[in-house]
């Protein structure tokens, strides 16, 4: 049996996680809860199905004698194991659930490394996906309750779907067929240069301007900032990667912030946003808007070096019990730097980072473009969301709620998380 | 496609964001944890104000002003959450005094949050370091004991006490400074509130929703009037030092007064006819100081005026982080201060704004020979041990005016109290100094003011008062003032 390596490091990140939720339990047990005090059975049982999943799929992947990457499986369950920790001290019961929408997560995953379909096929769906983005954007305009100002879910009844975490996938998938076929092609000839700037002819400026007016929609009518940024990043980072013209990097970032920042100018949730995020100090934006950027940086700061310890996390306010609003899905970074310090920040980071070199490592050693821009894709996704939400969380930009990816509960995000992991898996397949 | 020329770049561009994320931990963690501890919306901040035993409170001659006593009241219905093992170790404040010293000492509680001493030296009462919570198991099964640090007040409690009873319920504040130091010997104020009353929902809504008598404003540091004819003194002063008037200059008053393209209008309507700078002092007269402050000229009036610290936040709460709770003053500079506006500013009138704390600030610096010291409410902080941690002195002081001027307007303001003076009568024999001042504004009657400085030749105790909408500094202010005066002095 192959992926010795994989094997290794899967138990290495199993181990880490189960030393640090076993002392959660016992920190539960002993000081914050006494109803609690059956936490250390119940936070095993989460940790027997994590590791049964994990090893699941190991072996699944060893015994169709795959030869795909071997470290993307394990940071992933690494990340999903910070995940579920840092969740388990801030709401127990969400972190059951959260161990459900990882069986689901990894029935998917299986699904994909097992060729149910095959990925240079995909490409052949170019407007297919293209169409696909359009209507789950559209979706929870149409049909969405607004929650926290911003229109994102779609209440199932049995559960919240979130379309955007979907629609993320498809665009990546759309942008990779899009850009290597014969008409995605043309726009990297360059013969137009605007202020010493190579950038393609007007006429192949068309993609990046009804780019851009589908993120300022987005930005206006899912009155969410956050989605907007992700797609809208992702886009120019991937068109870049293809035409190697920095124009787009440049131009790109410069019409968003402008959009952006006419649309705060325009709308009160964006500007709610911003101005949360320049100073959420003083009184009357501390009580709203600026609540959720303030509880996380006072987290943030609690934490130090080291960390105040795991499940220690005042997330929970000790005199009300009370879970500062979305901790779970918006806010983990900021409770995973309380309880693991900036040390544990750092480890996350670089495992991420891991994750997206991985990534962009597999583009390179694809046989075709659709391939290789589809996992350039996945990873620039990867990183572009990991940025917006930790970059939001600490204030170098403003917070938006999208999800971290592996960590942040909910079903959607993790079910898409894993089956970008998925596409990976099956891209890096055949390298060597 | 050249993916692999991009692809590197984006990987480099992906690592500086990711690098910037952990730098803004860093910045969050290391250069701002501490502000961010110590922040009232931090339910952190709370966990250690509550479970640590919190200083004392106490005034300069030991009595306790503030205490932490266990709270053994039964969890209310928002505590119901609340961890048993926390639940045992929690404190609460309690204010021996009632509602004497409100504004002073201030408030601490969870959910209304700090004010006055508890919120500015709060990082002393309650140290970053003491453990609110246990960090680990094993420090969970043996908390390190501690408890923070005493803060011992200049003020005297028992001053307080009399300043409190002659202001009695008329809204108004007292402040009594000792004049070599800057010490703060008294600062009564009312309406007050009872800090004790601040942690039941009912009494605290009431307090803010009171928008008529503001019960929660500390008018004695934070109260902005107009000072009125207590100015005169600094623009006599000024005008001393400059040269440009002497005791003796002669002004003539016709009761109004066309001064450029202002008419000024004194208080006796009939005018005080040719009038010294002596006599404008003791009776008050609005024409002659108008003339004073426009001889002295814009400049070098506003030069004096600002030397006073007007415009800055006193550091009242040193070495506490209260700034914010201490407003500064207003004064009209530059293009702002023409001639209308000097002129009336002269006299007190004018866009002129002061707390009674800057007025009785402004006696200090005349009876200390010009030196002004900034007004100081901390003499010392003692830790858990009884060892010193901080102890309160003067700052090295700034001289606004020359000693003989200052000599020399406190022996005006002498006159005050002379027979044709405004304050006639009103020193019951003891040697003072002092002005008073009522000053317009448009919430009705004008506010009583006194400024009185003792003894006027050996000055000890500048004490500054204002009763709100009670008409002449004499009727309302000026009593308070020297019974204040008489029991500081008799100290
Ligand atoms: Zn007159």
Redesign the interface.
Known sequence: MGRARERGLLLTALLVGLTGSALVA??HG?????QQADSLPRQAIVWAQLAVAAFGCHFVLARRGSDADETLLPVSMALTGVGLTVIYSLDPAQAQRQVTWLWLALGVLLLTVIRLVDVAKLREYVYVWGAGTAGLLLLPILFAKEVNGARLWIDLGVFKLQPSELAKLTLVMFLAAY??SARG?AI?EADWRPLGLRLPSPRYLVPLLVMWVAAMVLLVALRDLGTALLFFGTFI?VI???T?QPGYLVFGAISFTCGAWAAAQMFGHVRNRIQAWLNPWPEEV?AKSGYQV?QG??A??????GG??LG?S?MV??????TVFAATTDLPFAAL?EQM??WG??LV?AL??FW??RA?RV??SQPD?FR??LA?GLG?LM?VQ??VI??GV???IPLTGITLPFISYGGSSLISNFLMLGLLLRCSEGQR | ????????R??R???A??A???V???Y???Y??A???N?Q????Y??RV?SVERGRILDSHGQTLAESVLDTEPAKK?????????RRHLFRRRYPQGDLLSHVVGYSD?RQGQSGVESALSSYLTPPQALA?????WE?LSPPPRRGDDVVLTLDASLQKTAALALGNRAGAVVAVDVQTGAVLCMADYPRFDPSSVSDGKAWAKLIGNKEDYPLLPRAYAGLYPPGSTFKVLTAAAALQAGTATPQSTYQCDGTDKLGHSTVKCDKRSGHGQITLERGIAQSCNIALARVALDLGASAWEQTVLATGITQRPALFRPGTGTALVPPGKVPTGAALDGPQLAACGYGQGALAVTPLYLAGMGQMLGNGGLRHEPYLVDRITGSDGSVLYKGAPDAGNLVVSASAARATLAMMAKVFESGGTAAGLSRGMDLAGKTGSAQNPHGQAHSWFLAVGPARNPRVAVAVVVENAGWGRVAAGPVAVQVMRAALGR
């Open positions: 016992v920190v002993g000081t914050f809860d006494p850009l290597s092609a990297a980072c870049y990667a293809a190697a501390l303030a940086l006072f943030i700061a609690a934490g130090g070096m105040v310890g220690m005042q306010n000790p005199f009300t019990g009370r730097c310090g900036l920040a750092a980071v991420y980072g997206v070199y962009l583009s390179l473009n290789a821009l350039l620039v990183a990991v940025f930790m970059g600490t204030k170098l | 496609m050249n993916l692999h020329e991009t692809a590197p984006l990987l561009l992906f690592i964001g990711f910037l994320v952990l803004q931990v860093g969050w963690t290391l701002r944890g502000e961010m501890a922040h919306r931090n339910p952190r709370w966990t509550r928002a505590d119901d959450d609340l961890p048993s093992a926390l969870w919570m246990p960090r680990s198991f969970l």
